[in-house]
């Protein structure tokens, strides 16, 4: 007979084949994420990580029979009150087949009605975004490696005044005090006295002698031992740590006029949870940025920017201005990745969509990463053609491909324009 | 004849489990005269356990995704709570290999090493059915063959392709055995060396069957059917092995790996025959030994109470309330007690139902015997005695689909026994139990279809969507289109078709 203690054997034998399955999976994953959109639950989904895959994804079919009509018997244990010749009502589903077998054996597993999955929320948006790529991504990366910051690592001897660890540096003098022996100044005070009182009184002169002498030693002591020397000091250190550039703001911008529908602000609303779904995946940090506008454009909160309807003309170029002046106050260029994303329906007022064009291409081009423009329509729309601004921006298109631009006309279109836009490009 | 204690207290080591090991094995030698493989013993993690659990016991598999899922089934469901792990896992091998979990208490371990290093040891080298089926020297050897030559295909041919063969093999694995006559015992260790060998031969064979086909007239008649029949050797009940031959669009390693599938399923084929048994024997003989391991004085009573405790949990029947089915431990353990009882200490009805065995006073002789002989539907119909189908109140329920309600036609009287008995035994015919699918014909003047029969038992039908999905495996494998027909046994009527072509 032979022992092995297989106990420190590689562990994880099954690694591979759980990568197998989440493989197989991935479709069924994928179609799900797509139903949570089209449901309009993309934020819980996000964050989620257990996902229901339905069974025949990984069911295992086989020929087996089921009971359909006729007869059959069976034998059951733990009878109680039945005799011969008794009734019974038929148990709701019509009974199990055949025997599962109890104990620790390996039961034959038949139909299950979804199959749990814990992913990780990193497996899960990976699955969702299998193949997407950020645009220009290789400057993402790196282009904050000329950014330090400042980060706390630990305690140093030297500094600035300004950077003194107070309580660090009294621990270290109470020590040292403790160390030399440094009379307490009560204890001075209390020698003091006393020898004071027995100079006046005169009585003890032995005592008195000795006392003089203790506190001759007590005040040399005290006068050459310090409160607080300079080896004492300490200082908090900061060590320059280069900051990757983990943040990204995301525009969202959109046409809130009149012409804008609620359902048409529905699908623009999908495509921008989309894309910070997207984002927040990629960066640490994502700020988000609302512009609405009609004829005035304005920076408001979220709940403002999908519910508060709002009447009045469109000048597009306004919301342009406004994304131009917030990025200059506050998200510069060489530290935030700037991503936009424009929704309307394509109205605007005639004269405008000269200056909006070419402030896009030389004012916000430059400085984003990509922009995405989403032209939304009821279908019915449609056959209008070509919107002033899709006539506009098509031409700037072709010259910038930062600048993508797709139309969508129901919610079913967003998540493949989605992918158009940001899936990864075939090298040609 | 009192021996010293062989540990005290919850805590083993190696010392430990190797003087339990000899105790136990000194029991089971001279006392109860099992015949065993020599055994490895081997301590994982519970981690290692949930790996062991995936690959329905064995040590090593070729990688697929069902894998995976089992995997994570079981680390799911232990995870949570609902379930606990097995306390050993043993292996049909030789040496037969018994897995320990590192947690188990001395106690256990002693009582896990009786159960499977000597209970479902003596099991698998003695019954006929793994006797017959299985070959446990080799059976490591040829997983190992199958991982390696999985593996080189996944790097020749790609992932995808070998899955899309494996999993349509898996789905027809119950149907990879020669269940009827005699099976030549497999030599598996020369699988590898053979490989080549016969791939080169059924390839010739394989063309000159098809050759024939451009001149052939399509024209039906009897003895061109009972010529295809021959050539095909139609009918062929086990579907791996025919699309292994006969497939015409297979290339060999797809062959190959179908093959592997095949002798593994083989070698899993007597397991669920003979779970009573097999169950009620290694149950029977871990509680024998620990029994006489405590009147020896080698263990204390602590570490009986914790046996008792075990065992009783293993051996609980819940009832039907609970759901169908006999707890294999329970049933198995019971009829084993049952037979010591009837060849030690018959009764006047021991004597009528078993006028061969009661009181024979040879009661090891007798359940050897058992175990060596028969599967669990026969043993059942042997042996289950009126006392054990009184001590589980067994009923008999008739379910006829014209009537509205169940009928209780037998209980646990004088009129009831015979008829629960031939139930109960039939409920463990795989005969029964198993779909019948053959193949009877293929068009080969026309355009290839593969036809197969179910020949049906009354009133049982395949499940409708997995036999689709089935099929759409099968013609994976087969390459043109399949129909299958659900046949009455009596009357020959087509009571039902499916048909599948492969896609593209």
Redesign the interface.
Known sequence: MDIIDRRSNPHGKNLDNRQRVLARARGAIARAARNAIDQGTLRETGQGETVTIPADVLHEPSFHTVFTAGQRDVVLSGNKEFSKGDRLKRPPGGGGGGGAGNGAGQGEGEAQDGFRFVLTRDEFLDLFFEDLELPDLVKNQVVATDTMTPSRAGISVDGTPSQVDMSRTMRQSMARRIGLRRPKPPEVKELEEEVARLTSTGEDVEKLQALRGELELALRRLARVPWVDPIDMRYRRFTPVPKPSARAVMFCLMDVSGSMSESMKDLAKRFFLLLHVFLERRYKRVDLVFIRHTEVAEEVEEEVFFTDPRTGGTIVSTALAELTRIQRERYPAGSWNIYAAQASDGDNSGSDTHRAVAMLENDILPIVQHFAYIEVSISAAIIRGETDLWRGYAPLAERAPKLAMRRVAERKDIFPVFRDLFGRKVAA | MDRPLLYSGTDWD?GT??RS?DAI?RIATEELGLELY????????S??M??V??A??MPLTY???????R???HE?SYRQGYSSL??EVVINSN?CIS?LM?ENTATMQALVIAHA?FGHNHFFRNNHLFRQWTEPSAIIDYLEFARTYVSACEDRYG?AAV?RIL?AS??????GVHRHGGTRPLNLKTEEKRERERREYDEKVFDDLWRTLPDAKPMPGSDKLADRRRLLGLPEENLLYFLEKSSPRLQSWEREIIRIVRLIAQYFYPQPQA?VMN?GCATWVHQRIMTRLHETGQIDDAAFLEVIHSTSN?IM?????Y????????LGYAMMTDIVRVCDQPTAEDKSWFPDIAGNGDALGTLRHGWANYRDESFILQFLSPKVMRD??????????SE??????????D??YRA?RR??AR?YDPGL?D?D?QVVDVDLSGDRQLRLE?R????????K???E??LK?LAVLWGYEIRLHEVDTDTDAVLATHTSKPAG
């Not at chain 2, 020599?38 to 993690?45: A, G, L, Q, Y």
């Not at chain 2, 990688?63 to 899922?69: M, P, Q, V």
């Not at chain 2, 509205?404 to 009287?413: G, R």
């Open positions: 190696y489990l190797q090991y094995e020599p055994n490895r013993i081997e301590v994982i993690t981690e290692q949930l790996d659990y995936t329905h016991g990688r697929h995704w069902s894998y995976g899922k995997f994570l089934q799911n097995a306390y040496p897995y590192e290093a992932v899955e999993d898996h789905a027809l694995s119950r149907h779970k169950e293993v029947q819940p009832g039907f309330e759901g169908p089915g006999f707890n294999p431990y329970a589980f109140r067994m009923f008999r329920l008739m379910d006829d689909t509205p309600t169940l009928l209780v036609d037998a209980i646990h009287d009129d009831g629960i139930s109960l409920s139990n779909a699918i179910h049906t038992h009354p009133g049982q039908l395949l499940a969507k997995d036999a999905a089935t495996y």
